[in-house]
């Protein structure tokens, strides 16, 4: 564990005031009266939002506070997916089961794949991790693994219905489910930042070296934040193909870890709840494109991403904070 040696390590590595949580309890309130106003569909990109909400969690665990970069959690994202699909369709396990077990399966994968993955650094890592967003696809068509993963047919899931006879449709109760989750899953990342682990990995990030001279043991940290990472974004995968109620190899293409990576960057590298910002980019912004001009939707996709960058360099999170810095007075000393 790392422990802050100086008064200004201190007072950057303390977790946030507790005057937050009123915010947080309203906005979750808020979440959840969603499911009573909100009906088919707009419920199912809720849903959406909020598991890739959780994906973009994981990726700024590894990238943002541990300063790994991935071009390749795409591949956790299909592997949560499939879990759940295949425990689910093949082995008549419960669907709450599944998300549990697609995490745990992600951990093992992403510590197994970020272990060797230690001698590798910066655009070298990031090309390893593309290397597995680009074959995990084409390992879920093989055709000896068809019997699990149905090949390019893929699984068919049927969304789970209300339990104990509560007066709620399919798409509500498991937005309601997919909130729930999102909640500990937002709750054990934010305790993570802020215990001594989360000190280790921002120390890792911001100085590899000076780390390891405090007592940082870097290899197990930077493993077992790509594991971390890998089971947050398998949760997120797993929620998803509960809610689309399909999953095939063709749905986790490399756009997909680009994407991921372009959610982290416009909510705010490093930040917790720029996640929930990111999430709503990536669900809603390429659909608003396509309805702009579909002979162009890519096009009018990055263009809006530029202004993003050019409006917002550290993302809607940084943005909010020098707004509310700007409204309170505070300077960035008292921040």
Same mark, same amino acid.
């Given at each position: ?16 005031? =507790? ?9 979750? #309130?808020?979440?959840?009266? +969603? ?13 959406? *939002? ?20 991935? +071009?390749?959690?795409? @591949? ?28 745990? #399966?992600?951990? #093992? ?25 680009? *074959? ?14 149905? $090949? ?23 937005? +309601? ?17 802020? =215990? ?26 930077? =493993? ?6 890998? @089971? ?24 997909? =870890?680009?994407?991921? +990576? ?11 709840? $720029? @996640?929930?910002? $990111? ?5 809603? #912004? ?50």
């Amino acid at each position: 564990m790392l422990q802050a040696t100086t008064p200004s390590l201190a007072l950057a590595t303390r977790p946030r005031a =507790s005057s937050a949580v009123p915010w947080v309890l309203a906005l979750i #309130v808020a979440a959840a009266a +969603l499911a009573f106003f909100a009906k088919g569909y707009i419920l199912f990109q809720a849903t959406m *939002v909020l598991s890739y909400a959780i994906a973009l969690v994981g990726l700024n665990l590894l990238t943002g506070y541990n300063g790994q970069i991935s +071009l390749g959690h795409g @591949a956790f994202f299909a592997i949560g997916a499939y879990t759940v699909g295949i425990l689910v369709d093949r082995a008549d396990v419960p669907y709450w089961a599944g998300v549990p077990a697609a995490a745990l #399966v992600c951990l #093992v994968v992403g510590y197994v794949f970020g272990r060797p993955a230690l001698k590798l650094q910066g655009l070298y890592l990031a090309l390893a991790t593309f290397a597995l967003g680009v *074959v995990t696809p084409q390992l879920l068509k093989y055709k000896h693994l068809e019997p699990l993963t149905g $090949g390019v047919g893929g699984i068919v899931l049927m969304k789970p219905e209300a339990p104990f006879g509560l007066p709620l449709t399919a798409d509500q109760w498991f937005y +309601l489910y997919a909130l729930a989750v999102t909640v500990v899953m937002f709750w054990i990342a934010h305790n993570l930042i802020a =215990s001594g682990t989360g000190r280790a990995m921002r120390a890792i990030r911001d100085q590899e070296i000076a780390a390891e001279s405090m007592g940082v043991d870097n290899s197990h940290y930077k =493993s077992m934040t790509f594991g971390v990472s890998a @089971a947050f974004t398998g949760v997120g995968g797993a929620l998803s193909a509960l809610a689309v109620q399909f999953v095939s190899p063709d749905s986790f293409t490399m756009f997909l =870890s680009i994407s991921l +990576l372009v959610g982290v960057v416009v909510g705010g590298v490093g930040t917790l709840w $720029g @996640a929930l910002f $990111g999430a709503i980019f990536i669900m809603f #912004v390429p659909s608003l494109a396509e309805t702009v001009t579909k002979d162009a939707a890519w096009g009018v996709y990055g263009v809006v991403l530029i202004l993003f960058m050019f409006v917002m360099p550290g993302g809607v999170m940084t943005l909010l904070s020098k707004l509310r810095d700007r409204f309170t007075g505070k300077t960035g000393a008292d921040a």
